[in-house]
């Protein structure tokens, strides 16, 4: 997979695979999360297979995104490129850097994800407005 729109990236955590006593995943700030994480927050429960969340992007933020169960596909625009990523592999995340619009949907009912953050929840940080967005680029 080759990341095309700009202010993204892939991530790779290291893993240990222990069948059948299970496999362990590994996070590190700043060793291959490219910062320092100061908020985690999951979403799980797609009880609706239909339903479309994220649409908007962040002034400051940076984010990297892991599909733990299941999958769900991520929408990346940066304002001139898109890409569509789907993601169901734990081991692999997506960055999400200021100045990206992002939007999940097709999520399988299994699905949850995973975000480390490194600032704390500012809905002044949001842009959730496309057109806002595209202007804020200009
Ligand atoms: C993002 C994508 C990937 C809080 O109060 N604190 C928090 O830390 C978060 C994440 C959300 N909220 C509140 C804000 C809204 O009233 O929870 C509500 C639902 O949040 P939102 O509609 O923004 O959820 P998603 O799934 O569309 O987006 C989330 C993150 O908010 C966002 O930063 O990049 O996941």
């Known amino acids: 997979m080759k990341i095309k729109v700009k202010n993204s990236g892939i991530v790779k955590l290291k893993f240990f695979k222990d069948f059948p006593d299970g496999n362990l995943f590994i996070a590190e700030a ?9 908020r985690v927050y999951f979403i799980n429960g797609f009880a609706n297979e239909k339903a479309v969340r994220g649409k908007h992007a962040h002034k400051k933020l940076n984010q990297a995104i892991f599909c733990l169960n299941g999958s769900f ?12 990523i789907r993601l169901k592999d734990p081991s692999v995340g997506i960055i999400l850097k200021p100045m990206l619009w992002h939007t999940m949907s097709g999520f ?5 994800i995973l975000v480390l953050a490194d600032e704390w929840y500012k809905e002044s ?3 959730r407005d496309y057109q806002k967005f595209k202007k804020m680029l200009r």
């Open 125 to 127: 940080d949001y842009i």
């Open 30 to 38: 700043r060793k291959n999360i490219p910062f320092k994480i100061k």
């Open 73 to 84: 596909d991520l929408s990346l625009d940066d304002g001139k490129r898109k890409q569509k």
């Open 108 to 112: 399988s009912k299994d699905c949850v």
